[in-house]
């Protein structure tokens, strides 16, 4: 994933940085030792990381920038070079070489259309917050306080938020741009890769050039929202997204089955256009162990889409969408993930936290405990009275 580009960086770091430490750093990363290339569990708040934007990734630079503040002490402070070999070789462990294959493919089907495909909207392709987003949600972000946050979120139900985000005129202008990219692969006859297993009809925005402008919406406004909101599942680390469009409605898919998202956090935005139907539905937080488990009745919550407004949730929040029953209902999903989050819960030992069916065992163990506890005592005193 990490091109070497004159010579090694072995070789490369050695030159220039010659003390002993980093030769040894260089002969562990060199060895991959899954045991000695690992993240510290606590990122460096004090530490200022490095941009990598320069060097020849195929990650992207941000996934090194987040990293970087979780590097060990022998680590952290050598070359920008040898901290990127560093944390490939910790993000190759989950890259099979069919996995890089796919990448490098994914990679030429993007330039191929991004070289081919004449935008209609070219305003939308770089971030204007002013002109993309609402005043209100302008000023909380500008703000940059957990209580301007909560000032315009509702979280009608548990790690729910929604609030008012988007301008009617962006959101007419972004439905119009998926449309002229979708005729664009009517006419061209063009084979475009749908948002994801589940949905038929929608476009994934980054494939047609809209990347930078959502890594800018990911890490200037929902990383700090994340941050707030949903820290225990690395909502501060997020360094990656996958942006698409869902379509929904006449001629389109019609609902969406329950499942969970591949994310840490999930931003949902209702574009419009008329429609009626189409509620999302969740069912409560699971993790991998437990996410097929029943649903508690205050997990259960349902969700009216409204254009410009948008839903904020933990990507493992059991979800679904109820059928679109008229008109045409259009979405922009944006996931968000945190490669620091995904590398730390490889070691993790106990249950989250943020699982709902692992906090409810957890407090029936608290009960039993105690009830048992509780037993014990009043048969100790039963035993003294007589």
């Not at 090194?64 to 944390?87: C, G, Q, W």
């Not at 935005?269 to 437990?290: A, M, N, Y």
């Not at 493992?316 to 968000?336: D, E, K, Q, V, Y």
Request: charged residues 25%; glycine residues 6%.
């Amino acid at each position: 994933m990490y091109h070497h580009q004159n010579g090694s960086l072995e070789r490369r770091a050695q030159a220039s940085n010659g003390d002993i430490a980093t030769n040894n750093v260089v002969t562990v990363i060199s060895n991959s030792n899954p045991i000695t290339t690992r993240l510290l569990g606590s990122p460096r708040s004090d530490h200022m990381p490095d941009n990598y934007e320069d060097l020849p990734l195929d990650f992207n630079p941000l996934v090194f920038t987040s990293l970087e503040r979780h590097l060990p002490p022998h680590v952290i402070n050598l070359s920008k070079d040898v901290k990127a070999h560093y944390m490939s070789n910790i993000l190759l462990r989950y890259l099979p070489h069919s996995e890089r294959t796919r990448m490098q493919k994914q990679k030429e089907y993007r330039q191929k259309i991004i070289l081919n495909y004449p935008p209609l909207h070219k305003e939308i392709y770089t971030m204007h917050s002013e002109n993309f987003f609402t005043p209100s949600f302008l000023r909380a972000m500008k703000a940059n306080t957990a209580a301007s946050f909560r000032s315009i979120m509702a979280e009608p139900s548990r790690g729910i938020y929604t609030f008012e985000m988007l301008q009617p005129h962006f959101c007419e202008m972004l439905v119009s741009e998926v449309d002229h990219f979708e005729r664009w692969v009517h006419e061209t006859k063009f084979r475009i890769m749908r948002p994801n297993t589940m949905n038929q009809y929608g476009a994934v925005l980054d494939d047609f050039g809209l990347e930078n402008m959502l890594d800018k919406l990911m890490n200037d406004f929902i990383r700090p929202l994340a941050g707030v909101f949903f820290s225990e599942i690395g909502g501060s680390t997020l360094d990656s997204h996958h942006g698409f469009v869902v379509e929904y409605g006449t001629n389109r898919d019609v609902d969406l089955g329950f499942h969970v998202d591949d994310a840490e956090v999930t931003l949902n935005i209702c574009l419009g256009t008329q429609f009626s139907g189409g509620e999302l539905f969740f069912r409560g937080v699971r993790c991998d162990e437990h996410v097929n488990t029943e649903t508690q009745t205050g997990e259960i919550f349902d969700y009216s889409h409204v254009p410009g407004h948008a839903v904020l949730h933990s990507g493992r929040h059991r979800h679904g969408a109820r059928p679109t029953i008229s008109g045409n209902r259009i979405n922009l999903i944006l996931w968000c993930r945190s490669s620091a989050f995904r590398e730390i819960k490889k070691y993790q030992r106990e249950f989250p936290n943020w699982c709902g069916e692992c906090r409810r065992k957890k407090k029936e163990r608290e009960r039993v405990s105690i009830a048992a506890t509780k037993e014990e005592l009043l048969k100790r005193e039963l035993k003294s009275a007589s």
